[in-house]
């Protein structure tokens, strides 16, 4: 058997990404008008290290990202799978 491989962290790249993100917090689906079932699914869910779940918490991702700017891009770049509704909520449709 092969040695299966550890994901990494979404936004900084640590491999110990022991924990799932929902990039846009579920405590904010009111806030941004979307049923808490649109924000519950995988398209809004990422492999983070628990110091980057930890700091973000429930921040408004848009203020996480732009604080981040280098998460930005490595969110973009491994998070393939993102709904257009999470990227538009997050600020990274454009």
Same mark, same amino acid.
């Given at each position: 058997?092969?040695?299966?491989?550890? *994901? =990494?962290?979404?936004?900084?790249?640590? +491999?110990?990404?022991? =924990?799932? $993100?929902? @990039?846009? %917090?579920?405590?904010?689906?009111?806030e941004?008008?979307? *049923?808490?079932?649109? /924000? $519950?699914?995988?398209?809004?869910?990422?492999?983070?290290?628990? &110091?980057?779940?930890?700091?973000?918490?429930? &921040? !408004? %991702?848009? &203020?996480?990202? $732009? $604080? !981040? %700017? +280098?998460?930005?891009?490595?969110? /973009?770049?491994?998070?393939?799978? /993102?709904?257009? =509704? @999470?990227?538009?909520?997050?600020? /990274?449709?454009?």
């Amino acid at each position: 058997m092969g040695h299966r491989r550890r *994901p =990494t962290c979404a936004y900084c790249g640590a +491999e110990n990404a022991d =924990t799932i $993100d929902h @990039v846009v %917090p579920l405590s904010r689906a009111r806030e941004f008008r979307v *049923p808490r079932r649109i /924000l $519950d699914n995988p398209s809004n869910r990422v492999p983070c290290c628990l &110091q980057c779940n930890a700091a973000k918490a429930n &921040q !408004h %991702p848009r &203020q996480w990202l $732009d $604080d !981040h %700017p +280098e998460y930005r891009r490595r969110l /973009l770049a491994s998070a393939r799978y /993102l709904s257009d =509704t @999470v990227r538009r909520l997050a600020g /990274l449709d454009g």
